[in-house]
T-cell receptor, first 114, second 119 residues
Framework: KQEVTQIPAALSVPEGENLVLNCSFT??????LQWFRQDPGKGLTSLLL?????REQTSGRLNASLDKSSGRSTLYIAASQPGDSATYLC?????????????FGQGTILTVHP | EAQVTQNPRYLITVTGKKLTVTCSQN?????MSWYRQDPGLGLRQIYY???????DKGDVPEGYKVSRKEKRNFPLILESPSPNQTSLYFC??????????????????FGAGSRLTVL
């Protein structure tokens, strides 16, 4: 059974810092990995999707990398802003015969102080 | 506006009273899925559907049923709700469950959530 772990569970940084969020998964037979953002009381918003054949994806100040062989992904946020404060979740779409199954990590709560 | 719509957004009910949480998308998406979110346990997949009449269990399907008779709708049915089903529920959809050329086809769009309390 796929297990997804996110470290750290919470992170508090001053505005302007560059930061890295980590996601690890136990089964490397994945189809893709997605990063989401969740604001309090709201639904999830997709940030980046990395297919299993890709190494990284970029969108604005966000960069996500994937090392499938080691079961790791990182989300890099450049020049953090207070508006980046939210919970960040990674999720893994299963490959192989478990297609359609999606497993989430428990998230990293990010607080960016002005 | 392209969106995933869940109803009701909030519901308080009693043990054993059957209820349905509806999920509808207007994007012609093939893949739809349901999740529950609980403190300390995160988001867990309940059921998913690759297309009309094709559904399968996620990690926590016990106590739930789903159906996919139309492409746009994927209702979650609690036949006999119990207090341990008190949770925040999310529906999500994507154009494909497998990308065919475009990774964007797999990007999930989530509904706003349905907070269910079973007394």
């Amino acid at each position: 059974k796929q297990e997804v772990t996110q470290i750290p569970a919470a992170l508090s940084v001053p505005e302007g810092e560059n930061l890295v969020l980590n996601c690890s998964f136990t089964d490397s037979a994945i189809y893709n990995l997605q990063w989401f953002r969740q604001d309090p009381g709201k639904g999830l918003t997709s940030l980046l999707l990395i297919q299993s054949s890709q190494r990284e994806q970029t969108s604005g100040r966000l960069n996500a990398s994937l090392d499938k062989s080691s079961g790791r992904s990182t989300l890099y946020i450049a020049a953090s802003q207070p508006g980046d404060s939210a919970t960040y979740l990674c999720a893994v779409f299963a490959g192989g015969t478990s297609y359609g199954k999606l497993t989430f990590g428990q998230g990293t709560i990010l607080t960016v102080h002005p | 506006e392209a969106q995933v719509t869940q109803n009701p957004r909030y519901l308080i009910t009693v043990t054993g009273k059957k209820l349905t949480v509806t999920c509808s998308q207007n994007m012609n998406h093939e893949y739809m899925s349901w999740y529950r979110q609980d403190p300390g346990l995160g988001l867990r997949q309940i059921y998913y559907s690759m297309n009309v009449e094709v559904t399968d269990k996620g990690d926590v399907p016990e106590g739930y049923k789903v159906s996919r008779k139309e492409k746009r709708n994927f209702p979650l049915i609690l036949e006999s709700p119990s207090p341990n089903q008190t949770s925040l529920y999310f529906c999500a959809s994507s154009l494909r469950w497998r990308g065919q050329g475009s990774s964007g086809a797999n990007v999930l769009t989530f509904g706003a959530g349905s907070r269910l309390t079973v007394l």
